[in-house]
């Protein structure tokens, strides 16, 4: 089970589908959706909210990508800034971002969109395995 997963995309769109796929799969106790990164950081600054187990992010953003999301969310919390993994969610298909996205630690998949049920079966797994390891 995914305690808390965020969705961090900028497209309403995808983020409503999102919303329909987790509300469906019954895998998520909790989901937080921000159509951007800073909203999302700001969220996870806060002490009062409940920590993130996973986070679903888009890597094409205005005013913030992806990778600058995860730049900045390194250098205000640390390595910890989520509990367990970041999953990129994205239409790249780059070997270039691809690559980008393994120098993170932290970011344990890349998945193509949209969101489907097995890429959340997907999330679940590895949260089970970072709690088994």
């Known amino acids: 089970m995914i305690g808390t997963l965020m969705a961090i995309d900028d497209e309403p769109i995808d983020q409503k589908l999102n919303k329909r796929i987790v509300s469906k799969s019954g895998l998520v106790e909790n989901f937080v959706q921000y159509l951007d990164a800073k909203s999302a950081l700001e969220y996870l600054e806060n002490p009062a909210n409940r920590p993130v187990d996973a986070i679903l992010l888009d890597i ?21 800034f989520c509990r367990v993994t970041v999953v990129m969610l994205t239409t790249s298909v780059s070997e270039a971002d691809k690559a980008r996205a393994s120098q993170f630690n932290v970011v344990q998949d890349y998945l193509s969109k949209p969101l489907t049920l097995e890429h959340l079966q997907r999330v679940d797994a ?7 390891g």
């Open 126 to 132: 590895l949260l089970a395995q970072a709690q088994d």
């Open 60 to 80: 094409n953003m205005p005013v913030m990508n992806g990778f600058e999301f995860l730049e900045t969310a390194y250098a205000r919390f640390g390595r910890n």
